[in-house]
């Protein structure tokens, strides 16, 4: 199976994370920066029966905006996604909540 890997790491540990989790799905995984300003996250798009990891650090409890930002320049399609956040010294709280709201469209 083919995983694509979506991910938000400026320190390199939810990167870390990413992988371990991402390994136990898939031997072929793709990797997507976004910690990455210059990548054109608007042209990547998934189809039905895709499997994408994202995986974002919880700053603050919060998913980083700038994380949000980018998601929402890429075209899921229906693809399948497991959502992670990592923390440390302090609870998610709603990362993961806006982590998976971040796939709707802003009002």
């Not at 994370?17 to 990548?39: E, P, W």
């Not at 054109?40 to 930002?69: L, M």
């Amino acid at each position: 199976m083919k995983c694509t890997q979506i991910v938000f790491s400026p320190t390199g540990g939810t990167k870390r994370v990413a992988d371990i989790v991402s390994g136990k799905l898939a031997d072929d995984i793709r990797f997507i920066d976004l910690t990455d300003a210059k990548a054109a996250f608007s042209q990547t798009a998934f189809q039905t029966g895709d499997t994408a990891v994202i995986a974002v650090p919880s700053f603050g409890g919060r998913v980083p905006a700038v994380a949000v930002e980018r998601l929402r320049g890429i075209k899921g399609s229906g693809a399948k996604a497991v959502i992670v956040c990592v923390y440390g010294n302090r609870a998610y709280e709603d990362t993961l909540v806006e982590l998976q709201d971040a796939r709707k469209p802003s009002l």
